[in-house]
């Protein structure tokens, strides 16, 4: 008997049906959609929307739909699998293509979009593509309101509703009305919210008595039901139906109706509400629900679930994309706990940080990466011969990808001086990191490399590359030298976190100063007081396990979510390097180490010189390298969690 119920026991928490799109998002702010000059990319439709909420909110999710055999079916999937979000029911359509939306903000609360969903993979979902196994291995599923526009999907959801009451699972309907995706309306009135239909809501009510739960606007409550009236439309629902009704209204929140629908609408259950600065209203609905599904699923009282229902609505109304802007739980809880200063959420800089850090697309717990962005080192070794600086960057991928093979946890520091063939010969490996410098060698003040409008240089950088920059910093040095540099190194941060790149600040004291116990962890500190929190940190060598312990508590203290500190090399030979990474071990934010001359530096001089071919050159960098490597797997031990 215990064996059978732990195999009935659901695996997942909610299983979403319907719609996936790749939305584009004009970033051109308060503009008709004819004039936005350029987009931003994201996954997009409701159950897509709502299987990504629930996932950053803890829940176990997985979504049910198709997507075109192409680069943007594949980008919904690997997005789906960056997110945690199970993807067994995703099937791949040969025939059609993946539905992509346009959007643009025009003003507040007018968002233009346009469908591009003729024949597309999502809409054609049918009763194939429903596995009972897998809508019984949820506690919940979600059907959605337009995949009832056409027979056959119409009757794919109709059969996941039938397994699933059959299984004793929840079933919860979201409205989610279009009337263009029902051909009530033009292309262009992609944002249109309501237009009668006594056959749309002959389709919504036969769906009613299945459900557990049903959440939609006043609109689509009015659809739902055929009626001309709020009241009268909650009435005819819930006689239809025993479900909880949540109506959701906007920026007054919504209420819950779980009983008789009173006179007074205003007696539901109501959750907190949240007054912010409306900016996108698009996708925030996707967000509610994630939210009030965190909690309904988990048996909160309905007041807690609509609150955490509402947080998640405000949030995604105050910044720009979909499912991209929704919390992460450790995100939603901060806001619930201490809220915030700013009616425009996205201008709140602790949760901005929040965000960016809980919602990371990779988790690296451990990095080992072979360096050579240098540029003026390998000049001078090059002498005359720096047009070949190109060329012997692309060995030094082959060598560092012979190390890493198929395992995680490998990457490389390359520029955009010298590594351009390097950069394209590293697209090869996507399981690599990338760093690419922006600082200009060897400055001090910090200047950038070719322009100082690092932003507009930065939008050409791939999604997954992280901006890495030098700074010769020592607390010591003089106030407006440090100044000056921290203003610097803040441009830099602020550019990554507004075109949203990754970020490793390198930190060199020894150069222009004594190098203490307290030195790095003092350096830190003032650079966390200017409101710098990179994503990474490259630290030089420390010569005791207190000088890393006292970098540890600084970072712990002040950003928790930092991704850690990789070590850097200066040229020292290989038996010091192991020193310092045994001293490392002092600090649990030390994840590995960036290293370059002390692996390519003796390959360089002799290829230069014409006396080591190129397989003799990659060879010599990759035993370098993976000795290094070996050294640090002994000493670190295995990764965690």
């Not at 008595?209 to 009015?222: F, K, P, R």
């Not at 048996?299 to 105050?318: D, K, L, M, Q, R």
């Not at 090869?428 to 100082?452: A, H």
Request: proline fraction near 4%; charge should be negative.
């Amino acid at each position: 008997m215990a064996g059978e119920q732990r195999q009935n026991e659901p695996l997942l928490d909610v299983i979403t049906i319907g719609r996936s799109s790749v939305d584009l998002y004009g970033q051109q702010i308060g503009t008709r959609l004819e004039d936005v000059g350029s987009f931003a990319k994201s996954v997009g439709g409701c159950p897509t929307n709502i299987a990504v909420g629930t996932a950053r909110l803890g829940l176990k999710s997985g979504l049910v739909t198709r997507v075109g055999n192409e680069q943007m079916g594949r980008f919904i999937r690997e997005q789906l699998g960056r997110e945690g979000v199970d993807v067994k029911g995703v099937a791949t359509d040969k025939e059609r293509l993946t539905a992509l939306v346009l959007l643009s903000v025009e003003a507040e609360g007018v968002s233009p979009m346009i469908f591009y969903r003729t024949d597309c993979a999502d809409m054609a979902l049918d009763e194939g593509d429903i596995e009972e196994a897998h809508i019984a291995s949820a506690r919940a599923i979600v059907v959605t309101g337009t995949h009832f526009s056409k027979p056959h999907s119409a009757a794919a959801q109709k059969k996941a509703i039938s397994i699933a009451r059959a299984h004793g699972r929840k079933v919860v309907f979201d409205i989610d009305y279009r009337p263009n995706l029902w051909g009530l309306a033009g292309h262009e009135a992609g944002f249109e919210r309501y237009v009668k239909s006594d056959g749309v809501s002959a389709v919504y009510k036969s769906v009613l008595a299945d459900c557990d739960l049903i959440v939609g606007t006043e609109e689509e409550v009015l659809i739902a039901s055929g009626e001309a009236t709020l009241v009268a439309a909650l009435r005819t629902i819930r006689s239809l139906t025993e479900a909880v009704i949540v109506l959701k209204r906007g920026p007054m929140g919504c209420i819950v109706y779980d009983g008789a629908i009173p006179d007074d609408l205003e007696q539901g259950i109501v959750g907190k509400g949240f007054p912010i600065e409306v900016f996108n209203v698009l996708g925030a609905g996707d967000a509610f629900m994630s939210g009030f599904l965190r909690g309904w699923l988990r048996g909160e009282p309905h007041a807690v679930s609509a609150t955490w229902a509402n947080a998640c609505g405000a949030f995604a109304v105050s910044r720009l994309l979909c499912a991209p802007e929704y919390p992460s739980w450790e995100e939603l809880s901060y806001f619930l706990a201490n809220g915030s200063k700013e009616k425009a959420l996205r201008k709140d800089e602790n949760l901005n940080h929040l965000h960016w850090a809980t919602n990371r697309r990779r988790h690296y717990p451990r990095l080992m990466a072979l360096a050579i962005d240098h540029r003026s080192q390998l000049e001078v070794i090059a002498g005359d011969k720096t047009d070949r600086i190109p060329a012997f960057k692309a060995l030094a991928v082959e060598a560092a990808a012979r190390v890493a093979g198929d395992r995680e946890g490998f990457g490389m520091l390359l520029d955009d001086k010298y590594g351009r063939d390097a950069l394209f010969a590293s697209t090869k490996f996507q399981r690599f990191w990338i760093g690419k410098p922006i600082e200009l060698p060897g400055s001090r003040p910090l200047q950038f490399e070719f322009s100082q409008d690092v932003g507009s240089r930065l939008i050409e950088w791939p999604v997954d590359h992280c901006i890495k920059v030098l700074c010769f910093y020592h607390p010591d040095d003089e106030p407006e030298l440090k100044r000056t540099q921290t203003e610097k190194l803040r441009t830099a941060y602020e550019a990554a976190r507004k075109i949203g790149r990754d970020i490793l600040v390198e930190i060199i004291s020894s150069k222009h100063g004594a190098l203490e116990d307290d030195t790095v962890a003092r350096a830190l500190t003032e650079l966390y007081g200017a409101g710098i929190k990179p994503d990474w940190w490259k630290l030089e060598p420390q010569k005791s396990e207190a000088a890393w312990r006292a970098v540890d508590g600084v970072i712990e203290a002040n950003d928790p979510w930092c991704r850690g500190v990789v070590l850097l090399g200066l040229d020292a030979p290989q038996d010091e390097l192991e020193k310092g990474f045994e001293a490392a071990q002092a600090a649990k934010a030390v994840k590995g180490f960036a290293v370059g001359r002390t692996i390519f530096a003796d390959a360089a001089k002799a290829w230069f010189a014409g006396n080591m071919s190129d397989e003799e050159a990659v060879a010599d960098m990759a035993g370098r390298f993976a000795a290094l490597v070996g050294i640090w797997e002994r000493v670190a031990g295995p990764v965690e969690g």
